[in-house]
């Protein structure tokens, strides 16, 4: 008699457990575009973008953030929708396309023959909590190189920084996508520019 009342006692105490709440990630995205401007130069040139590369620690849709300099850290509940590194291909293409500066611009590898290529790296997208506010930097390095002969044209290093409008991971994909955005309007005038020397 006494096992039987331990036992539904301790039944009783297991139907009130429940399982631990898992918060549903935050996901947000890279969108910056460019500015829109006409197009100074023409060039009779097909530019490939190769999908960009990112370097360890940032090759992950994890939201990167310091408190320390060199300790990179992530957010727990807040991600990007993708890795920056593949959010921001379809981004570089779409920039370059607007600038009407190019035969075509295609995403490599591809079937059509480029005469340039594209190469880039995301060195760093990471919020800074060190100062107040926080602080957004992209660094990106790029590398414009001729198909045909297999040299380097030019490669330049891009690095940029934008206040947060808020301390926290929300605050920082707005500060991210202001960022990006004046990287691509610099992107787009060095391959323009770049291009001439093809």
């Not at 009779?44 to 190769?50: I, M, N, Q, R």
């Not at 293409?93 to 295609?106: G, P």
């Not at 198909?147 to 330049?156: E, M, T």
Request: some cysteine.
């Amino acid at each position: 008699m006494l096992l039987t009342l331990v036992c539904a006692m301790l039944l009783a105490g297991c139907g009130g457990l429940q399982a631990p709440k898992v918060e549903k990630p935050n996901l947000y995205v890279l969108d910056a575009r460019a500015s829109a401007r006409a197009a100074q130069i023409k060039r009779d040139l097909v530019l490939a973008v190769s999908m960009p590369r990112a370097r360890s620690g940032f090759d992950t849709p994890q939201m990167v953030y310091l408190r320390q300099p060199q300790k990179l850290e992530y957010f727990a509940v807040n991600r990007w929708a993708n890795a920056p590194a593949r959010m921001l291909g379809p981004l570089l293409v779409q920039v370059l396309e607007q600038t009407a500066s190019f035969r075509a611009v295609v995403q490599s590898p591809g079937t059509i023959p480029a005469n340039i290529r594209l190469d880039t790296e995301l060195i760093r997208l990471q919020q800074d909590f060190g100062t107040r506010p926080s602080k957004v930097q992209i660094t990106l390095r790029a590398q414009l190189i001729d198909v045909a002969d297999q040299r380097v044209l030019a490669v330049k290093l891009f690095d940029e920084v934008e206040d947060a409008a808020s301390d926290d991971a929300y605050g920082g994909s707005i500060a991210a996508n202001r960022v990006l955005q004046r990287v691509l309007d610099q992107l787009a005038d060095f391959c323009i520019n770049e291009s001439g020397s093809h």
